[in-house]
């Protein structure tokens, strides 16, 4: 059974940084475009990122120049490097792949606060 399985969320002060973690069991990684999403309380899921290759990337205008989202191949993981944290960004972060199937991850929280 393919799954994504998150990590790294947690509770972080105005202007610092998280990274988080998406692993891929199975064997769909190298075939999907990997992307993360957040949903804040009370509103819709939004497009973070989304990466297909190092020269293919997407990120929402929001967090461009804040967040870098990269993938290794090897350890069929991606990430979500996000600095300058702001507190509207405290959402649950959602890890998906695009590919052969449509896969969600169950989400991590990240608390962006004082």
């Known amino acids: 059974q393919v799954q994504l399985v998150e990590s790294g969320g947690g509770l972080v002060q105005p202007g610092g940084s998280l990274r988080l973690s998406c692993a891929a069991s199975g064997s769909i990684f190298r075939s999907s475009a990997m992307g993360w999403y957040r949903q804040a309380a009370g509103k819709e899921r939004e497009l973070v990122a989304v990466?297909?290759?190092?020269?293919?990337?997407y990120y929402a205008g929001s967090v461009k120049g804040r967040f870098t989202i990269s993938r290794d191949n090897a350890k069929d993981t991606v990430y979500l490097q996000m600095n300058r944290l702001k507190p509207v960004y405290t959402a649950v972060y959602f890890c998906?792949?695009?590919?052969?199937?449509?896969?969600w991850g169950q989400g991590t929280q990240v608390t962006v606060s004082s």
């Open positions: 998906n792949a695009d590919g052969p199937w449509v896969l």
């Open positions: 990466i297909r290759s190092s020269r293919n990337r």
